[in-house]
């Protein structure tokens, strides 16, 4: 319980006559008693708190930088009318800065026996789970003097999604499969690696994909045609050790990442593929398998949606034995990592035979922009400082990437709104090559 404004106000109003109409003991218990005799009345009309029903329904997901709303039923069974101002409280990464107050606070009035709905607008700044806090409701009489408050708890979570930015690049690399898989008339003669069927053979033709036996039961030249083979397993293995968290713009590399992976899950699932997730630093963190072609991207978007980077190195070696483990039989596994000179050759390349040797390695890395800035700063002492450690970095991670590639791995190191339509070209690629 608590004395409102109005309260106060009339008090000190009170008192200004009193003081010089009638001062003393007298006068300040006939100004006093009055306004304590209609605060109590006030107080005796207020809708009691504790007995009032909460419960809530709305959007339990929501994409980063998205709205949901969450409603609030307000159920009064007293036979007073609630007259009350309600804090629906959430975490402070529910709003956006500087909105959590009129995002969090609404009036209600609710008449007796009756409810009413208030919605609660969050606009999520952070991916994850958020859950609702208590329920604050001020409960007001009919003179505005005097108030009931109380709390409820009021359970419900909001699960916020990744973005998933780079879905505007997907209709453009859907037209690209479909030249490669022969759904449109400008497949190339002998691409892929799944057969198809038998043709004439016409000038032109590789003499490689003759087919001898067909040809000797027949009249002409028989060919082979081929198409990109479906249900290869791909595996996306997100790396999420410490160098994961470093920034680049604002945002974690490792949003970038998930962006790129969800790109190509939602490729290469149209492809016909496989798609499996494995999030590693030195134990699992999220693992999505088994799913069919049209679950795999709702269960990546929710795998990820609770995934942070974890603050220590990554076991380069439980890493590579866990892909092997999910990845029994050859497979595209897609590595999304860094390029920085340390963890690489101290932690990659000595397992990174045992990946090569059995399944395609393609590995992407998220680049910083600002490095190449600083590579080409001019002007003072400070600046051409920086233009050298500039330098110095890139010249450290294309050597990085050489040495991958000199072990015969696709390396993509974008920045982080290129990352996500450069993986996906390079899994074009090599399905185009009959690399996968």
């Excluded at 209609?38 to 007995?51: E, K, N, T």
């Excluded at 408050?149 to 780079?166: I, K, M, Y």
């Excluded at 069927?197 to 994909?209: A, F, K, M, W």
């Excluded at 072990?407 to 996500?420: F, I, K, M, R, Y």
């Amino acid at each position: 319980m608590a004395l409102t404004g109005r309260a106060a106000l009339l008090a000190a109003l009170g008192s200004i006559p009193i003081g010089i109409l009638e001062p003393g003991w007298t006068g300040i218990l006939a100004v006093n008693g009055s306004l304590a005799l209609a605060c109590a009345c006030d107080f005796a009309l207020a809708a009691p708190v504790r007995r009032l029903g909460l419960s809530r329904s709305g959007d339990t997901s929501t994409r980063l930088g998205e709205t949901a709303d969450v409603t609030l039923t307000v159920t009064n069974p007293t036979s007073r009318p609630l007259r009350a101002h309600l804090r629906d409280a959430w975490p402070p990464s529910s709003w956006q800065p500087g909105t959590e107050v009129a995002g969090s606070r609404h009036h209600v009035t609710v008449p007796a026996g009756e409810r009413r709905r208030v919605t609660t607008r969050l606009r999520p700044t952070r991916r994850g789970d958020r859950q609702a806090d208590r329920v604050t409701i001020r409960s007001y009489g009919p003179l505005g003097l005097f108030s009931r408050q109380g709390t409820h708890q009021v359970p419900w979570a909001v699960r916020v999604l990744p973005p998933f930015t780079s879905r505007k690049h997907l209709p453009s690399k859907l037209a690209r499969l479909r030249e490669l898989d022969g759904r449109t008339s400008v497949l190339t003669r002998g691409e892929g690696t799944e057969f198809d069927s038998l043709r004439e053979y016409v000038p032109g033709d590789d003499t490689r994909s003759i087919d001898w036996r067909a040809t000797a039961r027949q009249s002409t030249v028989a060919v082979r045609t081929w198409r990109p083979e479906r249900d290869r397993h791909i595996l996306l293995v997100l790396d999420t050790g410490r160098t994961s968290a470093g920034r680049v713009g604002d945002a974690p590399r490792l949003d970038a990442s998930m962006d790129a992976a969800l790109l190509l899950a939602a490729l290469a699932s149209r492809a016909g593929d496989r798609v499996e997730l494995l999030a590693f630093d030195r134990r699992v963190r999220a693992r999505v398998q088994g799913r069919a072609a049209g679950d795999v991207l709702p269960s990546l978007v929710n795998a990820l949606a609770t995934l942070e980077p974890e603050l220590v190195e990554t076991d380069a070696r439980g890493l590579t034995a866990t892909a092997l483990r999910t990845a029994p039989r050859r497979s595209l596994i897609v590595l999304l990592t860094t390029l920085d000179t340390a963890p690489v050759e101290q932690g990659l390349l000595p397992v990174l035979p045992q990946l090569t040797q059995r399944h395609t390695v393609l590995v992407a890395a998220v680049a910083d922009p600002h490095i190449a800035r600083m590579a080409q700063a001019r002007g003072n002492a400070e600046a051409v400082y920086e233009a050298a450690a500039g330098a110095q970095a890139g010249t450290e991670r294309q050597r990085t990437a050489e040495q991958l590639r000199r072990h015969g791995v696709t390396v993509v190191d974008e920045t982080p709104d290129d990352l996500a339509p450069a993986l996906a070209d390079a899994y074009l690629a090599l399905k185009a090559a009959g690399r996968l």
